[in-house]
């Protein structure tokens, strides 16, 4: 019996004149997440992609897992293919979910008659199946609102699909539709986690992670090298820049005022952030913060960071609380590298009392009080990089 993919799509639908675009980048994507899966030909017709292994053998359900991650797709089903015949799509309806029928007890029939021109509605579809399966598995009874099997049979151009699982997909565009951002990662839950959901609108991810030894361990780097490598599941491939900040943050600490330390030092790494990302052909920088978690993440204090912003900053968690991002941490298996104990350079030199409330004015006339241009330019040319893959 003949099996297939159906990978469908949500947004993408909606995207009028330049749908092809979007489809183009999205066929990329699972071609590179399926290569170590197999070979396949892909098809796209109707808001889906029709994904057909060339070997028998290819294990489908490890190529669903792999579109799982897979920004673009709403939902997989794993689909018998049969003829456009009512006779034979009963046929094979028994033949292809004969084993999930058997060990369930209710059921429901749902049609899509995409091709017109098949003779029965879909009405008429669902009610003549669901009466044949009833009579082939007379232990079932119908449920049309809570059924443990939905039985869906799919009219298409070519032939009639049908399937019984629908695989919850990871929805949003495809990445590098959007472009590209540049993520400040410092080791924590929350940086991964605004990677994650800025991948999910299509933007491709560059990191950059700021170290400073021997203050920070290797140890700690190695952390977020590993949280990068859970996030190309779903970004794709990701360059890491890795940033000598000892100078800067021993700089900062004998000749600015405490309470400005934490501000100073996240404007100093914006403005490396925006020199590595114009390297890097980066349009926007990408933080984790959220209104009012620490600091430097008062209203106030962001506007002082922003002040020194050439390019956007996108906050996706900014309005979301810990336990929200939290549970995507989870959801993307972030959480638990997150938690292991290594300090980031965040937490050097950290004020006992942070200026919650600062003022432009204030910030600027504290960080003044040093020139601190050479020390960027030379963690610029000193900042390692590498290429973290898939």
Do not use: W
Not at 181 to 188: E, H, I, K, Q, T
Not at 205 to 217: D, G, K, M
Not at 225 to 249: D, H, M, R, W
Request: aromatic share 8%; glycine share 6%; net charge neutral.
């Amino acid at each position: 019996m003949k099996e297939l993919i159906l990978a469908k799509y949500g947004e993408i639908a909606l995207k009028g004149l330049n749908k092809n675009t979007f489809e183009d980048m999205l066929i990329k994507n699972i071609k590179r997440r399926l290569k170590p899966v197999g070979k396949f030909e892909y098809v796209r017709q109707q808001s889906t992609i029709y994904i057909d292994a060339l070997d028998e053998n290819t294990d489908l359900d490890a190529a669903i897992e792999k579109l799982r991650t897979v920004f673009g797709i709403a939902c997989i089903c794993r689909a018998g293919v049969f003829e456009k015949d009512f006779e034979k799509i009963c046929e094979g309806t028994y033949e292809y979910l004969g084993d999930t029928l058997k060990y369930a007890r209710t059921f429901k029939v749902e049609a899509k008659r995409a091709d017109k021109r098949f003779p029965m509605k879909s009405p008429e579809i669902c009610r003549e199946l669901g009466g044949r399966i009833l009579e082939r598995f007379s232990h079932l009874s119908v449920d049309v609102k809570n059924p443990e099997v939905t039985v869906t049979v799919e009219i298409r151009d070519t032939n009639a699909y049908v399937h019984a699982v629908r695989v919850q997909g990871a929805g949003g565009l495809p990445v590098g539709s959007s472009g590209k951002a540049m993520l400040l990662v410092s080791g924590g839950i929350d940086s991964p986690v605004a990677g994650y959901m800025m991948a999910k609108r299509g933007i491709h991810i560059s990191a950059v992670h700021f170290v400073s030894p021997p203050y920070t361990s290797e140890r700690a780097r190695i952390k977020v090298e590993q949280l990068c490598e859970k996030l190309t599941a779903y970004c794709g491939n990701i360059s890491f820049f890795c940033v000598p900040f000892t100078e800067i943050q021993e700089a900062i600490k004998d000749n600015c005022p405490e309470e400005y330390f934490t501000v100073i030092m996240r404007r100093l790494m914006m403005e490396i952030a925006q020199q590595l990302s114009e390297k890097d052909d980066c349009l926007a920088l990408i933080t984790g913060e959220s209104v009012g978690q620490v600091a430097s993440q008062t209203l106030k204090a962001i506007a002082c960071t922003d002040a020194v912003c050439r390019m956007p900053v996108f906050r996706p968690l900014i309005g979301m609380d810990k336990t929200e991002i939290i549970d995507i941490s989870r959801k993307i298996d972030t959480f638990d590298i997150s938690i292991q104990p290594y300090e980031d350079c965040c937490t050097v030199f950290t004020p006992k009392h942070p200026k919650t409330k600062p003022t432009k004015e204030e910030v600027e006339k504290a960080q003044n009080s040093f020139d601190f241009s050479e020390m960027i330019k030379k963690a610029v040319e000193e900042t390692e990089i590498k290429l973290i893959k898939f």
